[in-house]
């Protein structure tokens, strides 16, 4: 069982094309880290993009529970389809509203899964919890995964890091990775 950092490293040098990301694997690795353990643990992902990556949460929802992949299915949803006025709260009780909601319908414990600008409406819902997981563009928050919209290979990066994400998800559902250490 290899430990996540050390995989990681090896993962993204096997990978053609993908040598930017060597030098941000310990920003990375505590962040997947935190997604792949709550997914383990029994919660439901709720997946949330801001409009210019709304195709990229398309995507993830498309290629996370191909059964070619020959694992667990996983729960991961598409909030706005579920709560397409998601973005509509801005008080504070809207938006506790909508998380003893989202308790009482993910009763193992759910995570934001956010992908997009830090001023778009969706984070107010997505920083309200440590445990969020966040692909952050044009701004440096902590706890979350930093990339720049002004990025001509962002679409490239976002898959990039999205195969790594899929990658350590399933090398941790068969138990080849130690998330302990």
């Given amino acids: ?29 505590p962040l997947a880290k935190s997604a792949v353990t709550q997914i383990l643990e029994g919660k439901s992902v709720l997946l949330l993009t801001d409009v210019p990556r709304k195709w990229f949460g398309k ?54 899964w956010y992908i997009g600008k830090g001023d778009h409406p969706f984070t107010k819902l997505a920083y309200r919890s440590s445990d969020s997981f966040l692909w952050i563009m044009d701004e440096e928050v902590e706890n979350s995964f930093a990339l720049r919209s002004s990025d001509e290979m962002l679409d490239i990066k976002l898959l990039q890091l999205y195969k790594l994400f899929d990658m350590t998800l399933s090398e941790a559902l ?5 998330l302990e250490h």
């Fill in 1 to 29: 069982m290899q430990q996540l950092l050390k995989w990681t490293l090896e993962t993204i040098r096997e990978e053609d094309c993908f040598s930017w990301m060597e030098e941000y694997r310990y920003e990375w690795a």
């Fill in 59 to 112: 995507y993830i929802l498309e290629n996370t529970n191909t059964l070619s992949k020959n694992r667990p299915l996983l729960p991961i949803f598409p909030l706005t389809d579920m709560f397409p006025h998601v973005g509509a709260f801005s008080s504070t009780q809207d938006l506790q509203l909508l998380e003893d909601m989202l308790d009482i319908s993910f009763p193992n414990g759910y995570f934001i």
């Fill in 174 to 178: 068969f138990g080849e990775l130690d």
